[in-house]
């Protein structure tokens, strides 16, 4: 087992970024947070996903996996109007075609306070 924790991103404390396991990555929900823990683009959607997904990319590529390497993810969003922005920046950056994909409405005052509209965690296969 291998801990996947890039020096560019926000790693809390508490637990790792992902982990190699054999030949699968799973990584931690992220939220939009910078290098030391801010948010950023606070009720951007959009512009969330794209940041989340850079973390994503630079913990996958530790694991020398990438985006397309992927075969789940699960979006925990805060409003069902931000789906369309959340979707479109997701295939932008994965394909038209998603992994299999789960998405669970959290109901947060503290997403809400601080401006977060999703975190993503992802599942990946190296070498598949």
């Given at each position: 087992m291998k801990i996947?924790?890039?020096?560019?991103?926000y790693a809390s404390p508490r637990y790792a970024p992902g982990i190699l396991a054999g030949n699968a990555i799973y990584t931690a929900g992220r939220v939009p947070v910078d290098l030391n823990g801010d948010i950023v683009?606070?009720?951007?959607?959009?512009a969330q996903t794209e940041q989340?997904?850079?973390?994503?990319?630079?913990?996958?590529?530790?694991?020398?996996?990438?985006?397309?390497d992927v075969v789940h993810l699960h979006t925990y969003y805060l409003y069902e109007e931000d789906m369309p922005a959340i979707f479109d920046a997701l295939q932008a950056r994965m394909g038209k075609l998603l992994p299999p994909h789960t998405g669970s409405r959290q109901l947060s005052s503290s997403w809400e306070k601080r401006g977060i509209r999703l975190e993503l965690e992802v599942t990946a296969v190296v070498g598949k």
């Open positions: 996947l924790k890039p020096d560019h991103i683009a606070p009720n951007d959607a959009r989340i997904l850079d973390c994503l990319e630079a913990i996958l590529a530790e694991g020398n996996a990438t985006l397309k």
